[in-house]
């Protein structure tokens, strides 16, 4: 369960941080609310977890998957750069999650 509630948590800090671009610097309310709702819901999904799990491990975990995943939604839906490097820094990021999971396993 506790790696569940890891996943959701970074799952929301996507949705988040993808909310708060489109909030234009928390001039739109709904991107807003979205934004920090699922900021704190997130918060509150990686603090449980933390009960279980070490904070090393979770925490990289958590901005991995957060990282990999905005990184991700930037290529796939805002334009950005699919560059070969871009493209290595994720699969990096996969490798050190499924690594960190492993050990922890």
């Known amino acids: ?33 979205v934004g920090v709702v699922s900021a704190v819901t997130s918060f ?3 603090a449980a977890a933390l009960r279980s799990l070490p904070v090393g491990t979770a925490y990289a975990v958590w901005v991995g ?3 990999f995943g ?10 950005e ?6 493209l290595l820094g994720l699969a990096l990021i996969v490798c050190g999650v499924i690594c960190l999971r492993l050990v922890d396993a």
Do not use: C, D, N, Q
């Not at 905005?70 to 805002?78: D, N």
């Not at 750069?81 to 871009?86: E, G």
């Open 44 to 46: 509150v999904l990686l």
């Open 65 to 67: 998957i957060g990282a």
């Open 1 to 33: 369960m506790p790696w569940i509630m890891l996943v959701g948590a970074g799952l929301l800090e996507i949705v988040w941080a993808l909310a708060l671009k489109e909030a234009g610097g928390l001039t739109r309310l709904w991107p807003s609310v």
């Open 70 to 79: 905005v990184a991700l939604a930037g290529i796939l839906a805002l334009g």
């Open 81 to 86: 750069s699919a560059s070969p490097p871009r």
